[in-house]
């Protein structure tokens, strides 16, 4: 059964190779802003990963806390007013 499993592992047209899974870190490692990683330099995959992540919970927290500032100016602001219906539609 272990020789089926691998067969099909290497048959496979899906199958990512060591290219192009470079190519894709770096893609990443663009991504991520420069005071975090310096792109011109090698950097292992496993930190470029490693800082995604990382960058990826801050983001998220980032949005946690704005939603709850948003939330906090809302409910004290006038629901009537201009820039509440403004915000609301954006929201929508």
């Known amino acids: ?4 499993r691998s067969r099909s ?6 199958r990512i190779t060591e290219e192009q899974i470079s ?3 770096s893609k990443l490692q663009d ?6 990683l310096q ?6 995959s496993a ?3 490693q800082e995604t992540c990382n960058y990826i919970r801050s983001l998220h927290q980032e949005v946690d806390d704005l ?7 809302l409910e004290t602001s006038d ?6 219906a403004i915000i609301r539609s954006l929201l929508m």
């Open 9 to 14: 592992r290497q048959s496979g047209s899906s």
């Open 23 to 25: 190519e894709l870190v």
């Open 67 to 73: 939603s709850v500032r948003l939330s906090e100016l």
């Open 79 to 84: 629901m009537s007013s201009a820039q509440a």
């Open 39 to 44: 792109s011109n330099a090698r950097v292992p």
């Open 1 to 4: 059964m272990s020789s089926r």
């Open 31 to 36: 991504l991520l802003p420069e005071a975090r």
């Open 47 to 49: 930190r470029v990963l």
